[in-house]
């Protein structure tokens, strides 16, 4: 069995999630790599400086990730970053790439823009998924051509932006502060994860004011990886590049500082 891909690191005020991407045409370091080296430096910088900017740790962990395996820029993994850290009253939120972070009264935050991509590949793999086809060999080829399609629109203007081997990819990420008073709770959520059980209605079933009435974390990763074995193992309901992507859940309950 792989090793997953999906990364989830806590310290003392923040939580990180990771998702390194599938790779379709060869990297020289493995996706799950790249992201768990990339998450522990995150971690540690975050600890040592709670308060630190989010921008400024996050370019640094990508030129240290990329320096450390020699990564160039295009030939490399990726990953997707998204770090919720508490901060005095507030509650700091980054997000690079399309990760999910599910809060009170159904309000999502996404970074979608590689899903603006209007690429033929990936519409085709979809279609063909739809009508019954399956993960055949020519699925697998759409899958490498959409990925080298999307690798021209990586971290530049007007495509996306992800954490690969450009530190400047951070400053691109999307940023938002909320008050604890409006965020007793949160869901970070891989796409994985968010994809399926938002197709399958879970999110709208989501309050952890009373953890009494929500589902938990780990049964809705239960939930969703039994769906997709039972109920569309082909991806003809739910097209998606794999029966069964990576899965990551992090729950928070933030709380604000004592007096």
Not at 182 to 191: F, H, K, V
Request: charged share 25%.
């Amino acid at each position: 069995m792989e090793e997953s891909a999906d990364k989830i690191f806590v310290t003392p005020h923040a939580v990180i999630l990771l998702d390194g991407a599938s790779a379709f045409v060869p990297v020289p370091v493995p996706a799950s790599a790249y992201a768990d080296y990339l998450g522990r430096f995150l971690a540690d910088a975050l600890t040592v400086d709670p308060a630190a900017d989010l921008q400024e740790i996050l370019a640094g962990g990508i030129k240290a990730t990329a320096a450390h395996y020699d990564l160039k820029a295009g030939e490399s993994p990726s990953s997707t970053v998204t770090v919720a850290r508490e901060r005095d009253e507030h509650l700091d939120l980054l997000l690079l790439g399309d990760n999910t972070v599910i809060l009170p009264g159904g309000e999502i935050l996404t970074d979608d823009r590689i899903d603006h991509l209007d690429l033929e590949p990936r519409r085709k793999y979809r279609e063909r998924l739809a009508a019954g086809h399956g993960f055949d060999d020519e699925h697998h080829r759409l899958l490498r051509d959409l990925q080298t399609q999307q690798g021209k629109y990586r971290n530049k203007p007007g495509g996306y932006w992800i954490a690969e081997t450009e530190p400047t990819a951070a400053r691109e990420a999307l940023s938002t502060t909320k008050r604890f008073t409006d965020t007793n709770w949160l869901l970070l959520a891989t796409d994985g994860a968010f994809n399926t059980m938002q197709h399958l209605g879970l999110v709208d079933q989501l309050d952890y004011t009373n953890p009494r009435t929500s589902i938990q974390p780990s049964d809705i990763l239960k939930r969703c990886h039994a769906w997709e074995s039972k109920a569309d193992p082909n991806a003809e309901k739910l097209p998606r590049a794999k029966r069964h992507d990576d899965k990551a859940l992090a729950f928070a309950n933030p709380s604000p500082p004592r007096r």
